[in-house]
């Protein structure tokens, strides 16, 4: 297919990427960060623009990769009669893209996405659309970089599956930051914790994480919680 | 070397096939629970028994690995003067083997051993030994197994390292129990998060925690929060 993206962060770099490697060609790069979108251009052998009235009208479809916030405001300047346009935002409703044109939908990419990592991840896509031809395009779209993890997902879904991403994702992280944070302050080597870490989330593609947990807790082992308690509390309180 | 393991649980088990794939003998299995102790015995071409006085002594290490408020009872009955004798636990001073031998230490795998997985995980090894025999026995014992994550430390770091490992694992995972919770209550399919897991718990071999934050609080994105947390109070309150 031929595809614009417009946005030129995170989602946008990485979704390029995958497009890149499943065959498809990127006209044109569109972001109100000139020098984001013409790296991604030049990394993609194509074209940017900082100007959302100098976009290529010849694409097939037009991936709005942009912060949930700034959506609206792309849609508002953009006309694409008889395109494909979707934004990739699992909280924003595809209604928002329906001034541009008549076929709109969502394709929203279930991965955390950053652009300075070099491996690409596997990405689960949820997509929606409007009518048969955005339904079409997307989903195709969506089969060519993520194979047979794709969904057909609505607002609500995406909403729902946001908020388990944040739990699964975000929380665990802040664990590890703070985590890291301790052995900082208590000389330890958090580096030595990485196996660890990778085994818990490599574990619960056999077994659920109900089974799966260890730990003091799960033994009922108080004693071990309280110098637990003991030890951290000294440390918050005592060390920089 | 020649080994005898004393425990049938989780850590015996994967210490065991670490230790027979680093080529070590273990001569036998010991173990309140026989049944536990002659399945490992089946699986590593040895013997075991249920009677800590039917232990055998010919071996140059022995491993206690048992849960931490078994090893005193363990000890209790145990004399193999002259032999090195460690335990695995993170939270227990060596000091509570000294009346068995005059060399005596710790072997802590930090790591969360389970014996239903198949694929033995890397496992950093933190160990101490009492005098120049025990040091010298654990530390090339870890190195077989750990290769470079091998580690000497005393009962304060080993009990710091428990209390890291606690958050970065059981914690996650106790979330990861709850995503899984809240997907099949809304109906979400968790495996598609498998990815997400993966990919967060492998990006932070490359840069540190804090910065790879991602999410609606990271961008202080209030809106997204609210709509998640009242999406949370919902299925709570109304879904079984």
Same mark, same amino acid.
């Given at each position: 297919?031929?595809?614009?993206?417009?946005?030129?962060?995170?989602?946008?770099?990485?979704?390029?990427?995958?497009?890149?490697?499943?065959?498809?060609?990127?006209?044109?790069?569109?972001?109100?960060?000139?020098? #984001?979108?013409?790296?991604?251009?030049?990394?993609?052998?194509?074209?940017?623009?900082?100007?959302?009235?100098?976009?290529?009208?010849?694409?097939?479809?037009?991936?709005?990769?942009?912060?949930?916030?700034?959506?609206?405001?792309?849609?508002?300047?953009?006309?694409?009669?008889?395109?494909?346009?979707?934004?990739?935002?699992?909280?924003?409703?595809?209604?928002?893209?329906?001034?541009?044109?008549?076929?709109?939908?969502?394709?929203?990419?279930?991965?955390?996405?950053?652009?300075?990592?070099?491996?690409?991840?596997?990405?689960?896509?949820?997509?929606?659309?409007?009518?048969?031809?955005?339904?079409?395009?997307?989903?195709?779209?969506?089969?060519?970089?993520?194979?047979?993890?794709?969904?057909?997902?609505?607002?609500?879904?995406?909403?729902?599956?946001?908020? #388990?991403?944040?739990?699964?994702?975000?929380?665990?992280?802040?664990?590890?930051?703070?985590?890291?944070?301790?052995?900082?302050?208590?000389?330890?080597?958090?580096?030595?914790?990485?196996?660890?870490?990778?085994?818990? #989330?490599?574990?619960?593609?056999?077994?659920?994480?109900?089974?799966?947990?260890?730990?003091? #807790?799960?033994?009922?082992?108080?004693?071990?919680?309280?110098?637990?308690?003991?030890?951290?509390?000294?440390?918050?309180?005592?060390?920089?």
């Amino acid at each position: 297919m031929e595809i614009v993206i417009i946005g030129a962060g995170n989602a946008a770099a990485v979704l390029g990427r995958k497009f890149k490697t499943a065959g498809h060609h990127i006209l044109q790069v569109v972001s109100r960060s000139a020098s #984001a979108a013409s790296e991604l251009a030049y990394e993609w052998n194509t074209v940017s623009t900082n100007y959302l009235s100098a976009i290529n009208t010849n694409a097939e479809v037009y991936i709005i990769a942009v912060a949930d916030d700034a959506i609206a405001e792309v849609a508002k300047d953009l006309k694409l009669p008889g395109k494909v346009v979707a934004h990739t935002a699992a909280s924003v409703s595809m209604d928002i893209l329906k001034a541009i044109t008549k076929h709109y939908g969502v394709f929203y990419p279930l991965q955390s996405l950053r652009k300075d990592i070099k491996d690409l991840p596997d990405i689960p896509v949820f997509w929606e659309g409007n009518d048969d031809k955005a339904k079409k395009t997307l989903e195709t779209l969506a089969h060519s970089i993520a194979e047979e993890k794709v969904t057909e997902a609505g607002d609500d879904a995406r909403l729902k599956l946001h908020v #388990a991403a944040v739990i699964v994702i975000n929380f665990p992280n802040h664990l590890y930051a703070l985590a890291e944070e301790y052995c900082r302050k208590e000389g330890l080597d958090f580096k030595q914790l990485l196996p660890l870490i990778e085994e818990t #989330a490599i574990r619960i593609k056999d077994i659920s994480p109900a089974q799966a947990q260890t730990g003091p #807790a799960i033994r009922h082992d108080d004693e071990t919680i309280q110098k637990h308690i003991a030890l951290l509390k000294d440390s918050i309180t005592t060390k920089a």
